[in-house]
C-alpha cells in the first residue's frame, strides 16, 4: 500500500475541479451581484487560460506522483483538462443565465497546452542541469 501522502496531489486535483464546476454551477440572472461583477467583463474570458492551464499542470503531477511516464503524463493531462473543459461548457446549458461558449472551450485549451508546455519544458530544463556535462580540457 502507497504512502498517505501519495494520494496528495489526487486529491488536489479533484479538489480543483470540484471548485471549477461549483464556479460554472453559479447561475447569472439580470442584476445580481455574482462572484464576476468585480471582474470586468473583457478580462473574464481570459481566466479561462491559468484555471484551465492550472488544471492540467495538476493533473500531470498527480500522473506523474504515479510513476506514470512523462509523456503519457503529458497527454493525459491534455485529455483530461481539455475533456473537463467541454464537459463543463456543455453543463452551461442547464444553468440559468450560463451558455456554452465556443470561445471559452478554446481558451479552456489554449491555457492548457500553453500551460503544460512550459511546466513540461521547465521540467525538462531543470533536470538538465542537474546532470553533469564535460568540460572541454577536463
Known amino acids: 500500500m502507497a504512502p498517505w ?3 496528495v496531489p489526487i486529491l488536489l486535483l479533484i479538489v480543483y ?13 439580470a442584476g445580481s451581484q455574482d462572484y464576476s461583477s468585480w471582474i470586468p ?11 484551465f492551464g492550472f488544471l492540467a499542470v495538476i493533473g500531470y503531477s ?12 503529458f ?4 485529455l483530461i483538462a481539455v475533456g473537463y473543459g467541454a464537459i463543463i461548457e456543455l453543463y452551461q446549458f442547464i444553468i440559468p443565465g450560463r451558455f456554452p461558449s465556443l470561445t471559452d472551450f478554446v481558451l ?10 512550459i ?6 530544463s531543470e533536470r538538465g542541469s542537474h546532470t553533469k556535462t564535460a568540460t572541454p580540457g577536463s
Not at 75 to 78: A, F, M, R, S, V
Not at 119 to 124: G, M, T
Open 108 to 117: 479552456d485549451a489554449s491555457g492548457v497546452l500553453l500551460f503544460l508546455l
Open 75 to 78: 497527454w493525459l493531462g491534455i
Open 5 to 7: 501522502y501519495k494520494s
Open 119 to 124: 511546466y513540461r519544458n521547465f521540467k525538462l
Open 41 to 51: 467583463y473583457e478580462f473574464q474570458n481570459f481566466l479561462h487560460l491559468p484555471v
Open 62 to 73: 498527480a500522473l506523474r506522483s504515479r510513476n506514470v511516464s512523462r509523456t503519457r503524463c
Open 17 to 29: 475541479m470540484l471548485g471549477i464546476l461549483i464556479l460554472a454551477s453559479i447561475p447569472e440572472s
